[in-house]
């Protein structure tokens, strides 16, 4: 049997969930797919606090967004097939859904792809040792499984997130060895951050990098790398910040075309103001559609729902421009103070959107 | 290590659940993935690559590298980091390529 629905989201991280709001708030029966167990996304395991959110959240800590966000929706009709998973589309263009057991079809009139980003890999010699993680697993083992992934840690890259997990380590306990950079200066927006890791005495190894791993099975030492010396460390964990790029396997079974912008991630779905795609019954939303901060990506999200509704004749074609004038205010607001170069970045792909780079072809 | 009194979010560990790697077992808790569990357990060695024959663990920590790959109750190749623990489960490191192609397996 078909699901018909509305409108489809693929993915219950921040995004998905602003854009459910937009659309179920106004009367859309919507149906978010998510393959994870839990709802709110990479949002759940993320106890800093955020700062910089639109209207009309004031500022609060990670997984306090996430519940306010998955609150805001209970009075609505919203459909969750959580433990699912988008693997492809059907002949007639249903999308396929699976439980990890069976697969069905579901056929929406809109979709709304916010499938998030990945964390890249640091290669060094040994890089693939047990032991060595990614910054945001070693996040998601401290907030979310309550488990301390090491005793004694390196972490690579000194980024706002990678600062923000070296002190969440280092308050359960985690000893940290050291911060190691590979440019000649700190990469954290936040000086508050940086003050934090003084505070806790955690050595900033600039223009430093990891020659190699060693271990039997396991992660047991590293060699760092400074212009005049090496430094041999023993360690049981070394987390990695590689930075992120988007998810965009289900914009390849939907057909999507692509362009490249380095500031937002590396290769992105092409998309115009309204965050659709060039498929035209496909949207998309949050860092699928370009990494940027937190309050910049819930912005993301409302834009494709205010563009679903109007298509869907839930509102006027002068609300819809009303809201999404104010919309691109406050993304600019966000985005363009903060992250200047991220803002230049989106516009520029937004100019793009009828010479994509890439058409009809995987990225390989 | 298991986190009994988080800094931020406080005590969460309330229920736990004995789970088998390679027949021994371990304490777990229920909100905890697989891959978490062994890790608080200090279990880090998920699997070997086939290859090179190298140790493989968990890596990225939401189902995208497949690094963290094991048998769980029978099933092989199970995104460890994606499925939370249930009492009694069993679990084998993933150590060679599971048999695909005998009966019961489709054509
Ligand atoms: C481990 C990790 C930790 C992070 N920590 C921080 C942090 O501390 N600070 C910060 O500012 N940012 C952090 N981020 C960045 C984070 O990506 C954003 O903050 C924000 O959560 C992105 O929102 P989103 O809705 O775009 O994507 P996400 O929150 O990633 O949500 C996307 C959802 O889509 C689901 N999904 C993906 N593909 C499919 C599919 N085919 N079928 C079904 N579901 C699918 C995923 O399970 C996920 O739940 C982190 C990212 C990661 C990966
Ligand atoms: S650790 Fe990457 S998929 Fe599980």
Same mark, same amino acid.
């Given at each position: 049997m078909v699901m018909e629905t509305d409108v489809l989201i693929i993915g219950a991280g921040p995004a998905g969930l602003a854009a459910a709001y937009e659309t179920a708030s106004r009367g859309l029966d919507v149906t978010i797919v998510d393959? +994870?167990? +839990? =709802?709110?996304g990479q949002l759940c395991q993320q106890t800093q606090i955020l700062? *910089? %959110?639109? +209207?009309p959240f004031l500022a609060m800590r990670g997984y306090e967004l996430a519940n306010t966000l998955i609150n805001q929706l209970d009075e609505f009709s919203v459909r969750y097939l959580l433990g699912?998973?988008? $693997?492809g589309t059907y002949k007639d263009g249903s999308i396929g859904i699976t439980d990890e057991t069976n697969v069905f079809p579901v056929n929406p009139k809109k979709i709304i792809v916010a499938t998030g980003a990945a964390e890249k890999a640091v290669p060094f010699? =040994?890089? *693939? %040792?047990?032991?060595? $993680? *990614?910054v945001g697993a070693a996040q998601t083992l401290v907030n979310r499984d309550f488990v301390t992934p090491g005793k004694n840690a390196v972490i690579i890259g000194s980024s706002d997130f990678a600062m923000d997990v070296a002190i969440q380590l280092s308050d359960v306990g985690v000893n940290i060895i050291g911060i190691v950079e590979s440019l000649p200066k700190i990469l954290a927006r936040d000086a508050e951050k940086t003050e934090h890791i003084m505070q806790r005495s955690i050595p900033l190894y600039l223009r430093s990098s990891i020659k190699e791993a060693r271990g039997n099975g396991e992660v047991e030492e590293i060699d760092i790398q400074f212009p005049d010396r090496i430094m041999t460390e023993k360690v049981d964990l070394v987390c990695v910040d590689g930075g992120r790029t988007p998810i965009l396997d289900a914009f390849y079974q939907l057909g999507c075309s692509f362009g490249f912008q380095e500031e937002l991630g590396g290769w992105l779905p092409q998309y115009n103001e309204f965050l659709q795609t060039d498929c035209k019954d496909v949207f998309l939303a949050g860092n699928a559609a370009g990494i940027s901060s937190q309050g910049a990506l819930l912005i993301t999200g409302r834009i494709p729902g205010v563009r679903v509704c109007e298509e869907l004749n839930i509102i006027s074609k002068q609300e819809a421009e009303h809201e999404r004038a104010s919309h691109w205010k406050e993304l600019e607001n966000l985005e363009a103070k903060l992250f200047p170069e991220k803002w230049e970045a989106r516009l520029n792909h937004i100019k793009n959107y009828a010479n994509p780079l890439l058409k009809d072809q995987f990225i390989s | 290590m298991h986190i009994k009194d988080h800094p931020v979010l406080g005590p969460q560990l309330q229920d736990p659940v004995t789970i088998y790697f390679n027949d021994q077992p371990y304490m777990a808790y229920k909100q905890q993935t697989v891959a978490a569990a062994l890790i608080a357990n200090g279990? #880090? #060695?998920f699997g070997l690559s086939r290859k090179l024959v190298q140790s493989r663990g968990l890596f990225c920590?939401?189902?995208? /590298? /497949?690094? /963290?790959y094991m048998t769980v109750n029978g099933e092989d190749h199970v995104r460890t980091c994606m499925i939370r623990v249930e009492e009694g489960m069993e679990i084998y490191p993933n150590l060679e390529d599971p048999e695909v192609r005998g009966d019961g397996h489709g054509d």
């Amino acid at each position: 049997m078909v699901m018909e629905t509305d409108v489809l989201i693929i993915g219950a991280g921040p995004a998905g969930l602003a854009a459910a709001y937009e659309t179920a708030s106004r009367g859309l029966d919507v149906t978010i797919v998510d393959e +994870s167990i +839990s =709802k709110g996304g990479q949002l759940c395991q993320q106890t800093q606090i955020l700062r *910089t %959110l639109p +209207s009309p959240f004031l500022a609060m800590r990670g997984y306090e967004l996430a519940n306010t966000l998955i609150n805001q929706l209970d009075e609505f009709s919203v459909r969750y097939l959580l433990g699912h998973r988008m $693997i492809g589309t059907y002949k007639d263009g249903s999308i396929g859904i699976t439980d990890e057991t069976n697969v069905f079809p579901v056929n929406p009139k809109k979709i709304i792809v916010a499938t998030g980003a990945a964390e890249k890999a640091v290669p060094f010699p =040994k890089w *693939t %040792l047990p032991g060595v $993680i *990614t910054v945001g697993a070693a996040q998601t083992l401290v907030n979310r499984d309550f488990v301390t992934p090491g005793k004694n840690a390196v972490i690579i890259g000194s980024s706002d997130f990678a600062m923000d997990v070296a002190i969440q380590l280092s308050d359960v306990g985690v000893n940290i060895i050291g911060i190691v950079e590979s440019l000649p200066k700190i990469l954290a927006r936040d000086a508050e951050k940086t003050e934090h890791i003084m505070q806790r005495s955690i050595p900033l190894y600039l223009r430093s990098s990891i020659k190699e791993a060693r271990g039997n099975g396991e992660v047991e030492e590293i060699d760092i790398q400074f212009p005049d010396r090496i430094m041999t460390e023993k360690v049981d964990l070394v987390c990695v910040d590689g930075g992120r790029t988007p998810i965009l396997d289900a914009f390849y079974q939907l057909g999507c075309s692509f362009g490249f912008q380095e500031e937002l991630g590396g290769w992105l779905p092409q998309y115009n103001e309204f965050l659709q795609t060039d498929c035209k019954d496909v949207f998309l939303a949050g860092n699928a559609a370009g990494i940027s901060s937190q309050g910049a990506l819930l912005i993301t999200g409302r834009i494709p729902g205010v563009r679903v509704c109007e298509e869907l004749n839930i509102i006027s074609k002068q609300e819809a421009e009303h809201e999404r004038a104010s919309h691109w205010k406050e993304l600019e607001n966000l985005e363009a103070k903060l992250f200047p170069e991220k803002w230049e970045a989106r516009l520029n792909h937004i100019k793009n959107y009828a010479n994509p780079l890439l058409k009809d072809q995987f990225i390989s | 290590m298991h986190i009994k009194d988080h800094p931020v979010l406080g005590p969460q560990l309330q229920d736990p659940v004995t789970i088998y790697f390679n027949d021994q077992p371990y304490m777990a808790y229920k909100q905890q993935t697989v891959a978490a569990a062994l890790i608080a357990n200090g279990v #880090k #060695k998920f699997g070997l690559s086939r290859k090179l024959v190298q140790s493989r663990g968990l890596f990225c920590s939401r189902g995208r /590298c /497949c690094s /963290c790959y094991m048998t769980v109750n029978g099933e092989d190749h199970v995104r460890t980091c994606m499925i939370r623990v249930e009492e009694g489960m069993e679990i084998y490191p993933n150590l060679e390529d599971p048999e695909v192609r005998g009966d019961g397996h489709g054509d």
